[in-house]
């Protein structure tokens, strides 16, 4: 898919699902992001319908978009032509360990947060509390399987049978994009309030982190580790 300022029309723009636009056009991913529309979970979705759901302009997303793209000194990483094996140990060094120490920090903190100020906010920090701990339930086990199972699955010649276990791991991550919204609306977007402490603030800053890592992960396998994986029987996978 060509941009818009190559002259590719903006109904073609606007028709384009998500993960195509995600995936061809990586640098779309930190505008789509900015308007929180949903590119992980939802890839299936053309770029009018998203937008239409957003409240936005087609024509002023493929502005932002072109805009960013002409601000960077080198084009992104184009993972849908990297060999699988190298997409799925950039997922595991950039995405999946990261979180070994990153996760237990956030739920310390939002404990703390919790314990310091839940009285006073008792319909907040506390249901946030748990919807931290329920993200690192879901994505320590999630991420075990992966690296225990299905990637290794996925660089043997049987891949293209992957289909069972990838249903699966698709099914975990409609469940943690819903955990991430709400995260995102207990936090009004991950803004703090005036009156927040340090700790408070330093807990929104991460989670707002996480909350684009997790889902720019779940891009990558969603929209092409996945469908990659199930369709080249002959790629070096290794």
Not at 20 to 49: M, N, Q, W
Request: aromatic share 4%; with cysteine; proline share 7%.
């Amino acid at each position: 898919m060509s941009t818009p300022t190559q002259a590719t029309p903006l109904s073609t723009f606007a028709a384009t699902p998500l993960s195509e636009l995600t995936t061809e056009r990586p640098a779309s991913l930190r505008v789509l992001y900015r308007h929180r529309i949903d590119f992980c979970c939802k890839g299936a979705r053309s770029v009018a319908d998203a937008c239409a759901h957003r409240g936005l302009d087609v024509a002023q997303l493929a502005a932002e978009i072109d805009a960013v793209e002409a601000s960077l000194h080198s084009p992104p990483t184009r993972w849908d032509t990297a060999p699988l094996g190298v997409l799925m140990d950039h997922i595991i060094a950039r995405h999946h360990r990261p979180l070994d120490e990153e996760l237990p920090r956030l739920q310390a903190l939002a404990e703390k947060v919790a314990r310091v100020h839940g009285e006073r906010f008792p319909e907040l920090l506390p249901t946030l509390r748990d919807t931290v701990i329920a993200i690192r339930a879901d994505v320590v086990p999630h991420m075990l399987k992966e690296e225990r199972i299905l990637f290794p699955w996925l660089r043997s010649e049987r891949r293209g049978q992957a289909t069972a276990p990838i249903a699966v791991m698709r099914a975990d991550h409609a469940h943690l994009g819903a955990l991430l919204d709400r995260l995102a609306d207990l936090t009004g977007g991950f803004t703090p309030p005036e009156a927040a402490c340090t700790s408070w603030r330093a807990l929104y800053a991460g989670l707002a982190d996480l909350d684009e890592d997790l889902r720019t992960h779940v891009h990558l396998e969603n929209n092409v580790l996945f469908p990659r994986a199930l369709s080249e029987t002959t790629s070096d996978a290794a």
